[in-house]
């Protein structure tokens, strides 16, 4: 995979199902303010080839949003975005703060332990509800291990040496013996 070309755009939305007849959709934001989606310029599909203008948000229960689309005027139009991912180019975000990542920084990292020893390469950044979790495939062949990403589990996130420090937990390391 190439992590380097999976990290220039980053992704921050999904639209969902229609929302009545008159072209709203729902959108699943991923931005810490769900609601500042709406303030980016240059919302693009994963291919790039197709740009959206977010023209209205508005909340719709706790994690979804309601939007109106740029061009998007009927319920089959809307439809038809169903499972359409938002990124933006990352070039247009702004800078992270101390301990504070993209998912896109994580992914194609280097999962260690203390000690140096490779556990694998996060391939992804899973939330089921509980908490953001990291998804490592095994340096070796096997099922890719889930990590809870917190300070307990990943005390180093080192973005710059392309490795985070995992400590699994106890029930985890358990079942790896």
Avoid at 53 to 71: F, N, P, T, W, Y
Avoid at 129 to 139: N, Q, R, T, V, Y
């Amino acid at each position: 995979m190439d992590y380097a070309k999976e990290k220039s755009l980053v992704l921050l939305g999904r639209f969902g199902a229609p929302h009545g007849v008159r072209g709203d959709i729902r959108l699943q934001s991923f931005t810490s303010d769900p609601l500042a989606i709406a303030t980016y310029d240059g919302l693009v599909d994963k291919s790039g080839a197709r740009n959206f203008k977010l023209r209205s948000v508005r909340h719709q229960g706790k994690d979804m949003l309601v939007a109106k689309i740029e061009g998007v005027d009927d319920r089959n139009d809307a439809e038809a975005l169903n499972g359409v991912e938002l990124y933006l180019p990352r070039e247009l975000l702004p800078a992270t703060e101390e301990d504070e990542f993209y998912i896109a920084d994580l992914v194609g990292l280097r999962a260690e332990t203390s000690d140096g020893e490779t556990i694998g390469v996060i391939v992804a950044v899973r939330n089921f509800g509980a908490g953001d979790m990291l998804e490592i495939a095994p340096a070796g062949n096997g099922e890719t291990l889930l990590v809870p990403f917190t300070k307990a589990a990943t005390p180093l996130v080192d973005v710059k040496a392309s490795r985070v420090v995992v400590v699994p937990p106890a029930e985890v390391e358990g079942e790896q013996e």
